[in-house]
C-alpha cells in the first residue's frame, strides 16, 4: 500500500512496484483515509513518505493497526529508507537506497518470532 507520497514520488512507485509485478492493494493521499484503509486491506507492505512531518505518526497508527505489516518511509531523495520490520522494536536503515533496495523491501518481509 502507498500511502502519503506526494504525486510524483507516487507516479514512479507505481511504475517501479508494476514493472517488477509487485500489486499494489490501496493508494491513499489523505492521512485521515490511511488508517482504515489498512484496517481493511491488511497489507504486507505500507510505503509512507519519510520527509512527510505526519510520517512518523502514521508509522506508529500502522503498527497500532497492524502489527504485521512492514512501514517502509521512503525519501524523496530516493538515497534513504528506515524500515520497520514486523515485530521489529528499532528501524533499520537502508543508505544510499536504490530502486532494486525498494523492491527487495517489498520481497523479503520478515516474520517476527512470536509469527513463526
Known amino acids: 500500500m502507498l500511502a502519503n507520497l506526494g504525486p510524483m514520488a507516487r507516479v514512479g512507485m507505481l511504475?517501479?512496484?508494476?514493472?517488477?509485478?509487485v500489486e499494489?492493494?490501496?493508494d491513499e493521499l489523505a492521512p485521515s483515509?490511511?488508517?482504515?484503509?489498512?484496517?481493511?486491506?491488511r497489507p504486507d507492505v505500507v510505503?509512507?513518505?519519510l520527509?512527510?512531518?505526519e510520517s512518523q505518526q502514521l508509522c506508529e497508527l500502522v503498527r497500532s493497526v497492524c502489527p504485521q505489516?512492514?512501514?517502509?518511509?521512503?525519501a524523496s531523495t530516493e538515497d534513504v529508507m528506515e524500515v520497520i520490520d514486523p515485530g521489529a522494536t528499532?528501524?533499520?536503515?537502508v543508505v544510499s537506497a536504490v530502486p532494486e533496495d525498494v523492491l527487495a523491501e517489498m520481497s523479503s518481509?520478515?516474520?517476527?518470532?512470536?509469527?513463526?
Do not use: F, H, N, Y
Request: hydrophobic share 40%.
Open 51 to 53: 520527509d512527510q512531518t
Open 47 to 49: 510505503v509512507l513518505d
Open 15 to 21: 511504475c517501479l512496484l508494476s514493472e517488477d509485478g
Open 33 to 41: 483515509s490511511i488508517t482504515p484503509e489498512i484496517e481493511r486491506l
Open 109 to 116: 518481509l520478515q516474520v517476527s518470532p512470536a509469527e513463526e
Open 24 to 26: 499494489v492493494v490501496g
Open 90 to 93: 528499532r528501524p533499520r536503515w
Open 69 to 74: 505489516t512492514k512501514v517502509v518511509l521512503w
